[in-house]
């Protein structure tokens, strides 16, 4: 978790934000996205600074919520992540916390409360931030990014990539990009009163 000195911002509205997919290229393997390997391979997807500018411009928290369950699998060292997540935040300065988690995940294992789709992450950062969740939203790639934004009773968008794994709760709204999901939640400031069919900007 990293955060610097960043103040509390009472009853105000959060994005949380996963990362490998969604903020910066996957490696895709058999039809799965897996983290970077290094700071090498660590490369954002072409708008995100822009757009991360416009949720921040229109008063969003952001917030990064992200499993990276190489380091807890002896894989990936925390080192390396920690210097990826450095650099996140040179790129986009706009990011109020960094939340991680490096569980392994292993089956069998019991659940981890910040474990995605654990809200654990979510729920932290939303105490030590004071935001709103009832006014936030989780913008990801994965049934697990909507189900823990779903467990922890934001809106969710799922930016669909249609990898070879099911949806398990259907998220608020699909978009087929990072600016996409941006251009949804500008678009619905009050949250939206959402008709279930809805699921993406005409």
């Known amino acids: 978790m990293s955060e610097g000195s960043i103040p509390p911002f009472p009853g105000r509205s959060a994005v949380f934000l996963d990362r490998d997919g969604t903020l910066n290229r996957a490696v895709i393997r058999e039809g799965k996205p897996y ?7 660590f490369e954002l997807f072409e708008g995100v600074p822009a757009a991360c500018r416009a949720l921040h411009a229109a008063g969003y ?10 380091v807890g699998r002896g894989i990936q060292t925390q080192e390396a992540v ?16 960094v939340e991680v988690c490096y569980a ?25 931030l004071g935001v709103d969740l009832a ?21 969710t968008v799922l930016i669909d990539f249609h990898y070879a794994e099911p949806v398990q709760t259907a998220p608020t709204f699909t978009a087929a990009s990072f600016a996409d999901a941006v251009r949804i939640i500008l678009a619905h400031p009050d949250g939206g009163k959402l008709n279930p069919s809805q699921t993406s900007l005409p």
């Open 61 to 70: 928290v952001l917030v990064v919520a992200t499993n990276q369950p190489d």
């Open 135 to 155: 006014k936030s939203w989780m913008i990801g790639d994965r049934w697990r990014d909507v189900d823990c934004g779903a467990r922890a009773g934001v809106r």
């Open 35 to 41: 983290a970077p390997g290094s700071l090498k391979e």
């Open 82 to 97: 920690e210097a990826m997540h450095a650099k996140l935040r040179e790129w986009i300065p706009e990011i109020a916390r």
């Open 104 to 128: 392994p995940g292993r089956d069998g294992d019991p659940p981890d409360p910040r474990r995605k789709p654990e809200p654990g992450m979510l729920l932290d950062a939303a105490r030590r």
